[in-house]
């Protein structure tokens, strides 16, 4: 028998002693920086570089059940390291060229206890509790060595990590002969290098021997079987060819070995037994288009469909280097935006960029205008013969993909028109969705989804709509998206909905509090809104006030004692929370964005009239919540939120202030799409980043917007309803936030249109919550992390979002007692999956397969307390909300729903029919109930 042969048959018998082994922890080998904990927390294990930052407390805290371990080398040190100074120059055994380290002698007796107080004491401090013990086998790069003595001295040092740290959890990378000694103490043993690995002196990537493949082989077997350990194998594959990674991650697990499969510096977040959504978009603009991001299009147009389908953009501004680390870990793809041509000096940077993204394999989707001259490499990867050829009138169309005409149908090529000439065998292997011939009989494209992405080329994108200053989507952004990128369907992080049900807030900015109302006796509307709405409408509310509107020393003294009392009852109100909105309502907060923007304009330093007041971030920000806490705050209610002013478009330092106040920031996006103006381009992203930091967007837009900015219609706000509709069919896209200013209290006919919005929020089946609620809901989605396990999904957050939106052909989600899934509702896109914190997994059934077999929550309009399953099918669950609570529940024959405390009892809502699925409601925000379930 060959060493072939021989090589698969001992294969095929360790793939037949291991298959019967039980399931083996998800591991990952990460040692990069850019990892979130919510990434590392899908898997059971994940072993990190310590220095970098991550917080094993807080990790255990977000991820029950994941934990993470600290490197730790035993046998060599990195000069860089902060205890290397303290080794005596005479325990340095050897050099390690290939990675610039020394060799550390293991059998001085002193060592051990140097290992445990300089190394793993104070990681421990830190509340690392399992750690990666690498380079066992280092000893052997020495010249002269006594292997049994370096093997003995390795022995001591577990036993006195042992000794010294109690609960101690340790994976051996190799040490091989010393797992027998140690067995009793070890978690796990890992070996590197199985099928691929990574030759340090020749700087590349390399298939291993099969002749070192089946010795290492042997050496797991024997652990697994002798030891009754798992174990671990650490491949290595280039970072931008996922499919051989993901390849190689599967052949280590068919064998029954826990799979990691990353890049040579373990820098990415390789393919172990769980993969890693990426979620990032790398959008690249050209920040000489617009003055600030804010207005670019791929921001204003873009990022909402993006988010939608789950993904979070990133944005690379061309002017600046591109970064280097864009990797198929992260990132599903690229898509540049840019309104024309880039600057000259760095066109060659970006094109060279753009071609090694697409040559390694990274989709990249083109929009609106190349923005660069094409050289030959980059013309050649495109498959575009020419981009300067001039077309022969007349064109004519033909081709046509339904993702176009979305909102507007593609109108005729005007006589500036520059399509694409691809190569023939570019035609042949895309597809095109808008094409034109020529007189002549070329082939103009101009949109299509072709072989490393695609291309969708201005005016086929959005068009403006003449004699307005709106737009429309000419090509199906959505399915654009999807198609280009290669993007796979998997549960989406929603922020739209909790338990089901569409969220309901409502959120006031203080301008005109101190305006003077249209009613008897003229009060002021502050007072108005508390009367006529607040107390009305029992709904979770956050109210805010301009410092400079009601306090003493602003603008008017003679009424701050009413008007200062008057914030102080709202604020005291127990479904108002408490927000500022700032001190002198500046109306541009980015100076430098503005100046270039607003350069003849007044507007610059626009802000209500203060004697002698300069605009000061930190007294807009810090000084108003402190203001605020001081003299209008009851005792002991904090200032949550801030809601910005004006243009609504912060600085990344004053997102920053914000932060650091330990504020939750809203406000901005402007969403207002109506019957009028139907276009998706109304409808805006989650939020913004700048500079690290998240500035929230309000759901949709205030009544400015809708009352012309406030010159009439003054009953313009009940439009809001349109908004509401629109943006919840065909997608749920927003949440309902009914948005508007202390203004609107005070004229009748503004006062009507609140009427009217909150009319339509009450008859609906929503879940009102705060806007901090939905602030930190926002803030998660950033965070969220989806893996696939085989047939499974890992679902890991910081806990406040827990909603997830499975698109259309997923399937059902299966509810079972041990997957974290409290229930789910069919929505018009997709199912809605509700999550009991924020971690779960969750397998998929067919839509025809039979009816669950457990009770489950269908909706509530309250937040989910305590889920627990009962042995015998049945269990007890805790609801919370803010209004009284109403919930349906699917339960099986046999199963029936009541109190679990006399306290705060719920009735069943009668019912027509015989449907599993009942409706129950009770007087109070909170109950515990218990669902029993008897055998039939």
Known sequence: MNAFLRSCVFCWALLCSWCIQAAEPAVAVYYGSK??????????????????GYDPVRFRQQSPGSELYAYASVAEVLPDRAYFRKIPAEWKLARNGAWRSIVIDQTPAQWPAFFADEVIAPLWDKGFRGFFLDTLDSYRLAANFDEAAQQEGLVRVIDTLHQRFPGIRLIL??????????????QMVAAESLYRGWDANLKRYVDIPAKDREWL??????????????????????????DATRDTARRIAQLGIIPWVSDADLQTLGIGSVETVARRVLVL?????????NYSSAHRFLEMPINYMGYIVDYADVRSPLPADVVRDRYAGVVSWFGGAIPDARFKDVR??????????MPVLMMDAPGIPLDRTLMTTLGVRSMEAAPAFPLKKAEQSPLMGFEAEPADPAHDYSGWLLTPQMLQQSRQLLSFDDAKGQRFVSAAITPWGGFAMSPYVVADIPGTEQSRWVVDPFKLLKQALRLPDFPVPDVTTENGRRLLMAHVDGDGFPSRAEAPGAPFAGEMLRREILERYRIPHTISVIEAEVSPQGLYPRWADQLEGIARRIFAMPNVEIASHSYSHP?????????????ESKEVDLNLNIPGYQMDLRREIEGSVDYIRRRLAPEGKPVKVFLWTGDTAPSAEALAISDAAGLLNMNGGDTSITRSNPSLTEVKSWGIRKGGHLQIYAPVTNENIYTNLWHGPFYGFERVIETFEM???????????????????????SLKALHKAYGWAMSHRLHPVYASEYIRKVADF??????????????????????????PGMGVPVVDAGSGIAGYVKGVDGYYLHLVNGAARVKMREEAAAAAALPYLVDANARLGEWQPQPDGGLRLTLEGHVPLELRMYLPPGCSLSSASNANPISAVPASDRSAIRSFRSAHNRAQLQAQCRAL
Do not use: C
Not at 226 to 237: T, W
């Open 782 to 807: 950033y965070e969220f992390a989806i893996g696939r396990e085989g047939d499974a999904w890992r679902l890991r957050g910081p806990g406040q979002l827990r909603t997830l939106r499975l698109p």
């Open 727 to 749: 943006t919840d069919a065909p997608r749920r896209l927003k949440a309902v936030d009914i948005y508007y200013h202390s203004y609107s209290a005070s004229k009748q006919a």
């Open 35 to 52: 990892a979130s904990l919510s990434e590392l927390g899908l898997y059971d294990i994940a072993v990190v570089e310590p220095d970098h």
């Open 173 to 186: 990378n190799r040490g091989f002969e010393i797992v027998p000694r140690v067995r009793d103490k070890i």
């Open 285 to 293: 603009y050209n920040g000489a288009d617009d003055p600030a991001l």
């Open 352 to 361: 060279a960029w753009l071609t090694r993204q697409m040559q390694q394999g």
């Open 587 to 599: 109306y541009l907060w980015d100076r430098t964005v503005s100046h270039g923007l607003f350069a």
């Open 217 to 242: 082989l042997q050496q797991l077997q024997a652990i697994r079987e002798r030891d009754k350990l798992p174990v671990l194998a650490i491949d290595y594959v280039a970072p931008h060819d996922r």
